[in-house]
């Protein structure tokens, strides 16, 4: 073990330069902090000393062997329960645990057929929306990151919250991506500011909140007036307060905050992992072709269910490489150590902070060779081996691992499969250089432009 510190970036007014830093390129300045000075760096931020790791058996160390030595930091917390409440993303302890089991059967495999289907219905909705329109214009623009958005939440509505009312998606959107932003600056802000402040930005976010709250207990009302149990997550979540509830159990307000995590968690991310697979298929049209082959062969043109997916490795692969160089979320939730605890042979000591930011790892040549390139093949069976263990971690790991990584894997693969059966992808003419924007998740500053068409050559099923 070292007894020193880390090296590291140092600052004379208390890590302000270093935060101003962070603010203005987060993702050049992680990437820089680790070409400068190596694996493990230290420096100051305020009154905390915060580290970043770097190297995969740190990151196994942070996550799973010495998780217990660590939980999520109160600033992240505190931000993170204004929306969420003590949802499973903010909770510890017990009570995280019971959480998290009473959760888990909503995301066992049993029930992805269902799923699936729930999926395919809507993909098939927007597909055959987006087929009309190139009937009649020839070719169709999307942005596609406002689609993805718009889809994914649809498909976390009906999936975990039956829903079978008319959401208004674009709104629903527009208010996650100010909290998206809102959450990003408050997590660096040096001071906390109150809600109440006349400014244009907090006018927004209690918009946000208000609508993104409402959507929720509408789920809840709606379900309620119904009285029906479904079998799905909402009604695993309602009878637990029905049953627990006043006992000490679960209440109404726990039931809204798992609802709210559920709601943004489950749909953020993933939209931003399919509009990162859909840009590269733009970039890539051999990568598009072999896809869409592998698609037509599997599938001859009919819809894919939960059965088909091992069938289309392929597919697997291209999400599995989007999402490793365009990371949804860019790393971990920032961790704090609740004890004296080392960490890549450097002591951290008892509120020390430490931080594994997975855009960076996931692009060091020494586990991807030639990083920058989009290469699925790195993903193919024989390959995929020599990745190290946690040199890829784009849903975590350990106990606090994404509980819906299956599911969102399983999104990610079929919305691909499906879109690209119909249609062809590429970058629109007008759509520049994209730049990077790291808020909740990883997102195309302004959004990104692509032009979608009919295929060349279709199965004639698909377009039944
Ligand atoms: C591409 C899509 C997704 C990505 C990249 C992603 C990424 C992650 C990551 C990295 C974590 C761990 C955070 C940490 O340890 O600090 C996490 C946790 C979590 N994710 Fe996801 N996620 C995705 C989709 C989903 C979906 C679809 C759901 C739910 C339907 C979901 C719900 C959650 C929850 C509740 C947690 C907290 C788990 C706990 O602490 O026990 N995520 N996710």
Redesign the pocket.
């Known amino acids: 073990m070292s007894a020193a510190y880390p090296p590291g970036p140092t600052d004379r007014i208390w890590g302000m330069s270093i935060a101003r830093k962070l603010r203005r390129d987060m993702l050049s300045y992680y990437d820089w902090l680790h070409r400068e000075y190596g694996d493990m760096v230290c420096m100051r931020l305020g009154p905390y000393r915060y580290y970043v790791a770097y190297h995969p058996d740190q990151v196994k160390e942070l996550?799973v062997t010495k998780a217990k030595s660590f939980h999520?930091s109160p600033t992240v917390r505190r931000v993170i329960a204004q929306w969420d409440g003590n949802g499973?993303?903010t909770s510890e302890g017990d009570f995280?645990l019971r959480q998290?089991r009473l959760m888990q059967p909503a995301f066992s495999a049993r029930r992805f057929s269902g799923y699936a289907q729930m999926m395919t219905d809507e993909v098939q909705r927007v597909a055959d929306r987006w087929a009309q329109e190139i009937e009649i214009n020839g070719v169709l623009e999307v942005d596609v990151d406002r689609a993805m958005t718009d889809l994914t939440l649809s498909i976390?509505s009906r999936t975990?919250f039956g829903a079978d009312l008319e959401l208004n998606t674009a709104e629903i959107g527009r208010a996650v991506a100010v909290l998206s932003e809102t959450a990003v600056r408050e997590m660096q802000a040096p001071v906390h500011t109150p809600d109440w402040l006349p400014t244009t930005a907090k006018r927004k976010k209690r918009w946000a909140s208000r609508l993104l709250d409402e959507t929720v207990r509408g789920f809840i009302r709606h379900r309620r007036a119904s009285g029906e149990d479904r079998g799905d997550l909402l009604s695993m979540l309602l009878l637990a307060v029905d049953h627990e509830g006043g006992s000490g159990g679960m209440t109404d307000e726990q039931a809204r905050d798992e609802c709210m995590?559920?709601f943004l968690?489950?749909?953020d991310?993933?939209a931003?992992?399919l509009t990162w697979t859909f840009y590269n298929l733009a970039k890539h049209p051999a990568v598009a072709k072999r896809l869409q082959d592998e698609v037509d062969t599997v599938l001859g043109g009919r819809t894919p269910g939960y059965d088909d997916l091992p069938d289309l490795p392929y597919t697997e692969m291209v999400v599995k490489e989007a999402?490793r160089l365009y990371?949804?979320?860019i790393g971990?939730?920032l961790r704090e150590a609740l004890e004296e605890v080392v960490i890549g042979g450097y002591p951290l000591r008892k509120g020390d902070l430490i931080q594994v930011i997975s855009y960076v790892i996931h692009r060091d040549p020494r586990w991807f060779p030639d990083p920058l390139r989009f290469d699925p093949e790195r993903f193919s069976p024989h390959r995929a081996e020599e990745i190290p263990q946690f040199a890829y971690f784009?849903?975590?790991g350990g106990p606090?691992?994404?509980?819906?990584?299956h599911?969102?894997m399983m999104?990610?693969r079929l919305v691909a499969a499906m879109l690209l059966q119909r249609f062809d992808v590429r970058l629109a003419d007008h759509q520049g250089e994209v730049q990077l924007l790291p808020q909740m998740s990883l997102r195309p500053r302004g959004g990104l432009r692509l032009t979608f068409s009919r295929r060349a050559e279709v199965p004639a099923a698909a377009m039944a």
């Open positions: 996550l999520m499973l993303i995280w998290r976390v975990l995590t559920l968690a489950g749909h991310t993933s931003a992992g999402v990371p949804p979320a971990v939730f784009p849903f975590g606090r691992v994404c509980i819906g990584s599911f969102a999104e990610m």
